[in-house]
């Protein structure tokens, strides 16, 4: 998680940005070195769109961020306090050469982090990570002339708004006020509570929000997973509200909460918002959606029926990003509630991915608990097991692909191996020497026993 990183591996950024401990590794020395080199990358005289979510330290991050950048010669525009998906949102339609956010996500409340944005919004591709990376190991700083550093910090103070007009004119607004639910929001006290609310006052909900202050110890860890949202969705359901809202510290997940108090999974959410977009928004061209390998394969089963095609892709999104803007998709998502619609933006985007779930009510006019209870119900077992390195996990996963290969396999990332009644993925994690196991069946006996198949074939090996 954003651990420095030993000096061999020179790898400064994991799956999403570089991430770390508020003043053990995030230091502002550290933060320093980092924007030295971000600010290096980028042509002088770039203009790049700097903002922050409101995680402790953050403060002294986001300055020590553009001290170090206004003396590499580019031009900084900072917008404060925004979501990562507007953020993202404003420097795709605006003359900005990238940007940078200071966001550590849905890290627990110590960390903060540092993530790099291109011209079109998206997270800097691995190479340009790279290229990075190299700049700050070798220090070759581009340290212009005194002469040539004029420019004042530039104040940007629109980007919530613009984010929130830009999914109102993607949606049916009539359709959609003419139902005035009930929604309950949970922004983790992070920056989510500056839009979402808004967002949903413009579309006439009757909005509760909880967690809502910006507060710098949150009132509950930022990872929007069931065990840190039952007290939220104990509130959904004794208001009776239509739905919950959460999300993580930088907004870009959304995880519903339907309205006998249920926490959905995201990739379910997401099948029943591809179905949307299919059938009550007619965007069927191309037929594919984006996902990771950690989704289950229920999004292949209930997809197929609409025609859809599940292109699987290894976990990160800027994976699924890449991807989508390179062969095109009607959607993409993570099984952890990040999803992203082409139309708006090809991120992770919470506030839209809300706006398309209360269309999707408001036209089928059915709760979102049935439309939850269509689906199967599947035993899920997520878990991990440490591992030395990254060559004991490769092994693994060779010998799990020799057992299991009169099955369906995807190697993208790890294994996952698919048959009719359980599916499960075997792959090293990006942050951490573990080994994250995912099983999914039709009963809770077939998944133990499936997942102590597997976890006895790794553990025989590593002994
Ligand atoms: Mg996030």
């Not at 108090?261 to 099948?271: E, K, L, T, W």
């Not at 029943?272 to 999004?299: D, F, Q, Y």
Request: with cysteine; hydrophobic share 40%; charged share 25%.
């Amino acid at each position: 998680m954003g651990v420095p990183v030993s000096a061999t591996s020179k790898k400064l950024f994991g799956t999403d940005g570089v991430r770390g401990v508020v003043n053990k590794w995030l230091t502002p020395e550290q933060v320093t070195r980092l924007a030295l080199a971000i600010g290096s990358f980028f042509k002088e005289g770039s203009k790049l769109l700097v903002g922050r979510d409101a995680r402790a330290g953050n403060s002294f991050i986001v300055n020590s961020v553009i001290s170090a950048l206004l003396s590499t010669g580019v031009k900084v525009y900072y917008a404060g306090l925004a979501p990562t998906p507007a953020l993202q949102y404003y420097v795709k339609h605006h003359d900005f050469d990238g940007g940078v956010i200071v966001t550590a996500s849905h890290n627990p409340p110590e960390y903060s982090g540092i993530k790099v944005i291109m011209d079109d919004g998206i997270e800097a591709p691995r190479d340009v990570e790279s290229e990075i990376e190299a700049i700050y190991w070798e220090l070759k700083f581009r340290r212009p002339s005194w002469s040539t550093l004029g420019g004042d910090i530039r104040r940007v103070d629109d980007v919530n708004e613009f984010y929130i007009k830009g999914i109102l004119d993607l949606l049916d607004i009539e359709r959609i006020r003419r139902q005035k639910m009930k929604v309950v929001v949970d922004p983790g006290n992070n920056v989510g509570s500056l839009t979402t609310p808004k967002l949903l006052r413009a579309l006439n909900m009757k909005v509760t929000v909880v967690n809502g202050d910006l507060s710098h110890i949150p009132d509950r860890p930022p990872e929007p997973v069931p065990e840190n949202l039952q007290e939220t969705a104990s509130i959904v359901k004794a208001l009776k509200a239509d739905l919950g809202i959460a999300h993580d510290g930088d907004a870009d997940r959304a995880i519903f909460i339907d309205d006998g108090g249920r926490v959905i999974p995201g990739d379910r959410s997401a099948i029943l918002l591809c179905k949307h977009i299919v059938k009550n928004r007619g965007e069927t061209e191309p037929s594919r959606v984006v996902t990771a390998v950690s989704s289950s394969t229920l999004v292949e089963d209930l997809l197929r029926k609409y025609g859809i095609e599940v292109i699987w892709t290894r976990v990160g999104s800027i994976d699924i990003s890449r991807t989508m803007t390179s062969i095109g998709a009607i959607a993409g998502f993570e099984e952890n509630g990040g999803f992203m619609y082409p139309r708006h933006q090809y991120v992770r985007d919470g506030a839209m991915a809300l706006g398309l779930m209360l269309e999707f009510l408001s036209t089928e006019r059915r709760r979102l608990s049935e439309l939850y209870d269509e689906m199967p119900k599947r035993h899920i077992i997520k878990t991990k097991i440490p591992i030395k390195n990254r060559e004991e996990a490769l092994k693994a996963i060779e010998v799990l692909k020799v057992q299991y290969r009169s099955k369906r396999i995807i190697d993208v990332d790890g294994i996952k191996v698919i048959d009719k009644s359980y599916w499960f993925l075997v792959r090293p994690s990006g942050t951490e020497p573990v080994l994250r196991i995912f099983v999914e069946s039709d009963t809770e006996e077939l998944a133990k026993n499936i997942y102590n198949e597997v976890v006895s074939t790794i553990k025989d090996l590593l002994r």
